[in-house]
């Protein structure tokens, strides 16, 4: 069958955190900045198309298509990774150690990706400079000053905002890292994907892989915005939101619930027997 159901589903999402804990650094890095650059690329076609004066519903329905890619590619997202390493250490199969060690490398692969392409991108759009960014490079300092400045004049209650909207977005952004696991198929694993990953972007959530490109091309743009200001009202609240809606409302959580839970050893099965037989 097509459909993977939940519980081999968790046990595809063991083995791909184990493997990606095992990744050497190299590959990490080169992974991690491939997905940042495709992300940029689907997070710019979604202002590109808004800038046309389509509604924002639309650029939402275009977005996924950066994950689809790179999760068909099997790079690595730091935001993802938030959820499959944490259920690979609940289940014994990778160290502290090995979980920090891939989120920081691919947490600074995405980094350079994405900053790589929105360097890339404002050079493109001005012509090096040279001409005016028009509305593509308004828009962008309008979403970038909403995701800082606007949180800064808030105060305290700007950075817990940035933070729920992390936690919000990656719950439903994790979801799509395990739902690429509930097909066999590539159209199965694309449509699964897709659903989850529209859900966040239309809501205007925080991604802080995306913000890696959006705050920095709007910066280059002319955005009021200064990298203190993106990384302490945005980038930072945002992360550990993303972590802790990844790692505890999808990965723990699934891990807990459709874990193996069969007698791992002789005792415990006779224990399990015994326990059967009274019960009955």
């Known amino acids: ?50 800038a046309q004066g389509l509604p924002p519903v639309v650029g939402a329905i275009l977005f996924p298509v950066g994950f689809v890619m790179l999760a068909l590619l099997g790079l690595e997202l730091a935001t993802g990774n938030f959820a499959l390493l944490p259920a690979a250490l609940a289940a014994g199969r990778i160290s502290y150690a090995k979980l920090l060690r891939n989120w920081s490398w691919v947490y ?102 995306v913000n890696m490109f959006v705050v920095p091309a709007a910066m280059m743009f002319g955005a009021p915005v200064s990298i203190r200001n993106w990384f302490f009202w945005n980038q930072l609240p945002v992360t550990l939101g993303n972590i802790v809606s990844g790692a505890l409302f999808t990965g723990l959580a699934l891990y807990v619930t459709y874990r193996d839970k069969s007698p791992t050893t002789l005792q415990e099965a006779v224990i399990e027997t015994e326990s059967a037989r009274e019960a009955a």
Request: charge should be positive.
């Open 108 to 209: 600074a692969g995405n980094l350079v990706g994405s900053v790589l392409y929105a360097v890339l991108f404002y050079w493109a759009v001005t012509s090096f400079g040279a001409t005016s960014s028009g509305p593509v490079g308004d828009l962008l300092k309008s979403a970038a000053q909403k995701k800082t400045v606007a949180y800064m004049a808030l105060g305290s209650k700007g950075w817990a905002t940035a933070l729920i909207r992390g936690v919000l977005c990656n719950w439903m952004v994790t979801i799509g890292a395990l739902l690429a696991l509930a097909s066999r198929s590539t159209v199965g694993k694309i449509f699964a994907m897709w659903l989850p990953i529209m859900t966040f972007f239309a809501q205007g959530f925080e991604h802080s892989i």
């Open 1 to 50: 069958m097509d459909y993977v159901n939940p519980k081999d589903l968790m046990r595809d999402a063991l083995v791909a955190g184990e493997n990606k804990a095992s990744l050497a650094v190299g590959d990490m890095l080169i992974r991690g900045i491939l997905a940042g650059v495709f992300l940029g690329f689907a997070t710019s076609l979604a202002v590109v198309v808004t």
